[in-house]
Nanobody, 124 residues
Framework: QVHLIESGGGLAQAGDSLRLSCAAS????????LGWFRQAPGKERAFVAT????????YYADSVKGRFTISRDNAKNTMYLQMNNLKPEDTGVYYC?????????????????WGQGTQVTVSS
């Protein structure tokens, strides 16, 4: 089992950049698929980005494609989400998640470990 802790959220203005981190403990991090999800107020949790266990395969929601970049450093047991050109609609609580099968993916049900979330608020 892997334990996940997000950090790096905060307040930003439209057009700004933020980088989220997801620090993991546990022996399965390097073999886990990883993902980022977000939940806006009053909405369901939504997929943002995912990376396979070695970082060779990544996939993004259309709403963030070209602006966000997911990456991982297995030596540091950490995943990142670089968010550029932020928009007010990017506001929400961002969660990192781990899939012990190693694949990751866009469906929340694929993941068996979740962090507590970090708030991102983007003003116009």
């Amino acid at each position: 089992q892997v334990h996940l802790i997000e950090s790096g959220g905060g307040l930003a203005q439209a057009g700004d950049s933020l980088r989220l981190s997801c620090a993991a403990s546990g022996r399965t991090f390097s073999t886990s698929g990883l993902g980022w999800f977000r939940q806006a107020p009053g909405k369901e949790r939504a997929f943002v980005a995912t990376t396979s266990w070695a970082g060779l395969h990544t996939y993004y929601a259309d709403s963030v494609k070209g602006r966000f970049t997911i990456s991982r450093d297995n030596a540091k047991n950490t995943m990142y989400l670089q968010m550029n050109n932020l928009k007010p609609e990017d506001t929400g609580v961002y969660y990192c998640a781990a899939d012990s099968t190693g694949n990751g993916g866009a469906g929340a049900a694929l993941y068996d470990a979740w962090g507590q979330g970090t708030q991102v608020t983007v003003s116009s």
